[in-house]
């Protein structure tokens, strides 16, 4: 057990509809990444907050906006879905933005698939 | 460009006998960890291994070796005593301190251990 939370573990939905992907990391880690994985595109980096603060942003789509609340928790949000957005999404954690050889912890993901 | 480049799409190894999964990466970044990854079929992703930048030994953890060769910015996982719980995805990842310590992926080997 990686220690981080990702609820729902299965989301079915359709089109043109809004998600919300939450995530609790691991205790004591304040940097939180959202990850994509579909078939064609492997695991994309989506954005990074570290103690509620946006810190980099990858390949998301304006559709997409996510959150890092007081409490470390972190929501990421699917607008207007698409049939193409059905993947699955992580949530990962680690204690700091740096490297310092500490690994990202993965949850067990959300599989979303958009029909 | 391809920060992290996994070479073998699939890889079949006997069970008991040792398997290396190859990875190059590249960074300007003096200060970077590499990572390995398992996903089985289950969906999560675990962390099996780490070699930092600065590390001047090959890690081990158990079962797992990464053989680093920093010139050759090469970091290949060996797996010694394949067991048929090894067949799985396996993907190989950079953390960079000046990228905000966001792991980047490569598309991943997947192996099958036959008994």
């Known amino acids: 057990d990686s220690g981080v939370t990702q609820t729902p573990k299965h989301l079915i939905t359709a089109t043109g509809q809004r998600v919300t992907l939450r995530c609790s990391p691991r205790s004591g880690d304040l940097s939180v990444y959202w990850y994509q994985q579909s078939l064609d595109q492997g695991l994309q980096f989506l954005i990074q907050?570290?103690?509620?603060?946006?810190?980099a942003k990858g390949n998301i789509l304006e559709r997409f906006s996510a959150q890092q609340f007081p409490d470390l928790h972190s929501e990421l949000n699917l607008s207007s879905l698409e049939l193409g957005d059905s993947a699955l999404y992580f949530c990962?954690?680690?204690?700091?933005?740096?490297?310092?050889?500490?690994?990202?912890?993965f949850g067990n993901g959300t599989r979303l698939t958009v029909t | 460009a391809q920060k992290i480049t996994q070479t073998q799409p699939g890889m079949f190894v006997q069970e008991k006998e040792a398997v290396t999964l190859d990875c190059t990466y590249d960074?300007?970044?003096?200060?970077?960890?590499l990572f390995w990854y398992k996903q089985p079929s289950s969906g999560e992703m675990i962390f099996l291994i780490y070699?930092?930048?600065?590390?001047?030994q090959n890690a081990t953890e158990g079962r797992y070796s990464l053989n680093f060769q920093k010139a050759r910015k090469s970091a290949n996982l060996v797996i010694s005593a394949s067991q048929l719980g090894d067949s799985a995805m396996y993907f190989c990842?950079?953390?960079?301190?000046?990228?905000?310590?966001?792991?980047?992926f490569g598309d991943g080997t997947t192996l099958t251990v036959k008994p």
């Open positions: 990962a954690s680690s204690p700091t933005h740096r490297v310092n050889g500490s690994p990202l912890h």
């Open positions: 070699q930092g930048s600065y590390d001047q």
């Open positions: 907050y570290y103690n509620g603060e946006e810190r």
């Open positions: 990842a950079m953390r960079e301190n000046t990228n905000a310590g966001k792991s980047t």
């Open positions: 960074t300007s970044d003096p200060s970077y960890g």
